[in-house]
């Protein structure tokens, strides 16, 4: 998974617009026999995104936040026994996408912050393509994510 954003920030309220990718990911499912059900689904997400910072204490600030936007949900590699898809089974599809965060930032410089949080994400559904039988929805394609990350601040940088 990677991601960048860019926001701005006041004095306890933060936002930013983010944009992440998350690689391929495994499905193993069950529909007559164990793990007889595979398909790879990836994610691209952009989300605005909002934060309540909590206070400072000894260089650590703890926030909650929550987030809301688009996210893309692409399933490939789609095998199943039921029904029996014939060709190219790749789907890709645009859903409303929801998040909610915590963590805690840690100053390591007057302008740098180090990140690390807990994110739940809600994909939305995705589904593979149809064919003369239907399509396969995997439904509620969500995330739960530790994240570490680097947070720079241009509205605090001290020149001398």
């Known amino acids: 998974m990677a991601g960048v954003g860019a926001g701005i920030k006041t004095q306890w309220l933060r936002t930013d617009f983010t944009v992440d990718y998350t690689a391929p990911m495994k499905y193993k499912g069950t529909i007559l026999t164990p793990d007889d059900t595979t398909a790879n689904i990836s994610t691209i997400s952009a989300l605005f995104n909002g934060y309540l910072d909590l206070g400072t204490w000894y260089r650590v600030t703890p926030y909650i936040g929550a987030g809301a936007g688009a996210a893309n949900v692409a399933v490939s590699n789609f095998s199943g026994p039921a029904p029996p898809f014939a060709g190219d089974t790749t789907h890709k599809q645009w859903n409303f996408a929801w998040a909610v965060m915590a963590g805690v930032g840690y100053a390591v ?14 994909f939305g559904d995705g589904r593979t393509n149809a064919d003369a039988l239907g399509a396969m929805t995997f439904k509620n394609v969500s995330a739960h ?12 940088l001290v020149l001398r």
């Open 145 to 156: 994510e530790v994240r570490v990350g680097l947070r720079w601040s241009f509205d605090d």
């Open 109 to 122: 410089g007057p302008n740098l912050m180090v990140d690390v949080g807990y994110r739940y994400i809600d």
